[in-house]
């Protein structure tokens, strides 16, 4: 009884790790990584889903404004099985689309007006981050895994 309750919550079923390089050029729209899946006991995950995130912030106190953008999405199909005391790897590239704002492109355009913009984004407060998320859908399971890790964007 106690085994399925832990099979259902997904106590000690799919573990997933994530390895990114440090960071990840822009221009290229390819996200590269490896994906580790384990477990404790036998796991059969049928679909796995990473999606890069954009958190896109600006402005200050009460004003700030906060979006989300998704930039690229992956779904790899199963099913996949996970035995104990193993460690599946899965080789992924998450192609993705950067959405430059109209004042990153005209700093692009226009070098000279590079500096002002800048001085434009650091008052108005203007920051960007990324993560990536890897969801796991497990055969079984009510709770699947998840994680989210930060992503560096240069």
């Known amino acids: 009884m106690i085994e399925r309750v832990k099979q259902w919550l997904g106590i000690e079923g799919v573990k997933i790790e ?3 390089p440090d960071e990840i050029a822009i221009h290229t729209g390819q996200l590269k990584g490896l994906l580790r899946l384990s477990s404790m006991s036998p796991q059969q995950v049928t679909h796995i889903r990473l999606a890069l995130i954009e958190r896109y912030g600006r ?3 009460k004003d700030r404004l906060v979006d989300e953008h998704l930039l690229g999405e992956l779904n790899i199909d199963g099913p996949f099985e996970v035995l104990p005391g193993e460690v599946m790897e899965i080789e992924f ?3 993705f689309q950067h959405l430059a704002s109209p004042a990153d492109m005209w700093a692009q355009r226009s070098p000279l007006a590079r500096p002002l913009i800048q001085l434009a984004k650091w008052v108005s407060k203007v920051e ?3 993560r990536l998320e890897v969801e796991a859908t497990v055969a079984g399971t ?3 895994p998840f994680v989210s890790i930060p992503v560096v964007l240069k």
Do not use: D, K
């Open 93 to 95: 590239s998450l192609p």
């Open 59 to 61: 402005g200050r106190g």
């Open 18 to 20: 994530v390895e990114v």
């Open 142 to 144: 009510a709770l699947n």
């Open 128 to 130: 960007a981050h990324y």
